[in-house]
């Protein structure tokens, strides 16, 4: 009698779960529309709490440090109001050396473009002669020279006659301009308030999952998510120093050997950098572009100085700074920017590592747990355990303490 129960209780769920399926294909449209509206609307939270976590990280410092001796009361406003100044001196810093910089060179691009134009006329002029095709190459710039004040002529026709739609497409970007900003400010407010109330917030969720969740279950929860944010802290603080130290490098390098645009590019180098393995070419090919258009021979000295730093950043660098603060061998890294990046672009490059990190190590310990278990049943059977065999119990042994020792440093007890 009960095996026709269970089995009418089975049959019962199972015919429920295809009817929902059923539903959610039918309805798959609405639903992904619920879903994109509902994500629309935590976003900025999301954000918020994203910003939180990274100005928690130099907060966190200053508190310990500047504002070791202060009292309680003041230490979190105080360290919160630092911490603001510092990100804002960085910002001010950046945009002061950059973009005067990039004016310039901007500037002296529209410049000398025209004078590149002179001098490729004068080039195929002088091998025209020989070759029919350069000729008529010639001719057509030729022809796109003398009638430039038709051209332009026409482009402001156009622009008349197209008015309307600039303005309507104008008040459309005016909209999303504002629905942009006003999400922004919502976020900053938002990680002010969870930087303010980050223990409160911490206790409040370690409460609710004690109240649902089994010990057991409590207890690998909160030691997820302690790794996660050791990963994500690692990385982020990791990832900072070495794009300081890179920027600094070709800034102290470039004025050595007098180069221009040292400081703008050394900044852009090392802002870019931010972005794992990546981001330096991108700063290396706009600043080589600028070197090209004052000297070539520049621009070919600048390649080679690019990479002999990069590979003294690659290898010496990048491997005590990240390397070792996420714990992550250097192919699962190209892994995770990639797959990050084709999902989910820049952001997915940041996320995906430490993500990859902390499965990578939750892994490795269920892995060794394992072998070490397997390892333990063939001792108590009288088996052989060869060398190999021996050194496996070891790492899984040492790996268990190390784990153990993070559990009972990161994860407080179960509330009661």
């Known amino acids: 009698m009960e095996q026709e129960k269970d089995k009418i209780k089975k049959i019962r769920n199972l015919m429920l779960f295809a009817a929902l399926l059923v539903l959610a294909l039918i309805y798959s449209k609405q639903i ?54 510092l990100v804002l001196c960085l910002l001010a810093l950046l945009s002061v050396s950059v973009i005067p910089q990039l004016a310039l060179t901007i500037t002296e691009v529209v410049r000398q473009v025209p004078m590149f134009l002179d001098r490729l006329m004068v080039q195929l002029q002088s091998l025209d002669g020989g070759y029919p095709i350069i000729q008529n190459q010639t001719d057509i710039l030729a022809e796109i020279e003398k009638n430039w004040d038709t051209i332009v002529g026409s482009i402001g026709g156009f622009l008349k006659s197209g008015v309307g739609n600039v303005v309507n ?31 409160r ?57 007098r180069m221009p645009y040292a400081v703008m590019i050394g900044i852009l180098i090392g802002f870019t950098a931010l972005l794992p393995i990546v981001g330096a070419f991108i700063g290396c090919a706009v600043g080589a572009f600028l070197l090209l258009l004052q000297n070539p021979m520049q621009a070919v000295w600048f390649l080679i100085l690019f990479l002999v730093l990069q590979q003294i950043e690659g290898n010496l660098i990048y491997p005590k700074v990240v390397g070792s603060s996420v714990g992550l061998p250097a192919i699962w890294v190209l892994v995770a920017v990639s797959v990050g990046g084709s999902l ?73």
Do not use: H
């Open 201 to 257: 917030l911490g206790d409040q969720g370690k409460r609710i999952l004690s109240a649902y969740l089994p010990k057991k279950a409590y207890d690998r929860v909160l030691y997820v998510c302690s790794l996660l944010y050791k990963n994500f802290s690692n990385f982020i603080t990791g990832q900072c120093t070495e794009a300081v130290i890179l920027g600094l490098m070709f800034i102290i390098t470039m004025t050595i050997c």
């Open 32 to 85: 992904f529309g619920g879903i994109k509206l509902a994500m629309g609307i935590v976003m900025p939270f999301l954000i918020g709490g994203a910003i939180a976590f990274v100005l928690n990280i130099p907060m966190k410092l200053i508190e310990k440090t500047i504002l070791k001796k202060c009292k309680p009361k003041l230490k979190r406003p105080v360290g919160m109001i630092l911490t603001l100044l």
């Open 344 to 416: 989910f672009g820049v952001a997915g490059m940041l996320v995906f590592i430490p993500l990859l990190s902390t499965g990578y190590t939750l892994l490795r310990e269920n892995v060794n747990r394992r072998n070490q278990n397997r390892m333990a049943k063939q001792g108590k059977n009288g088996e052989d355990i060869d060398g190999s065999s021996r050194s496996v119990i070891e790492a899984a042994e040492k790996t268990e303490t190390e784990r153990m020792d993070g559990a009972k440093d990161n994860v407080p007890q179960k509330t009661k």
């Open 169 to 199: 497409s104008t008040i459309g970007f005016a909209g999303s301009v504002i629905s942009g900003v006003t999400s922004v400010v919502i976020s900053f407010i938002f990680s002010l308030y969870v930087l303010a109330g980050k223990e």
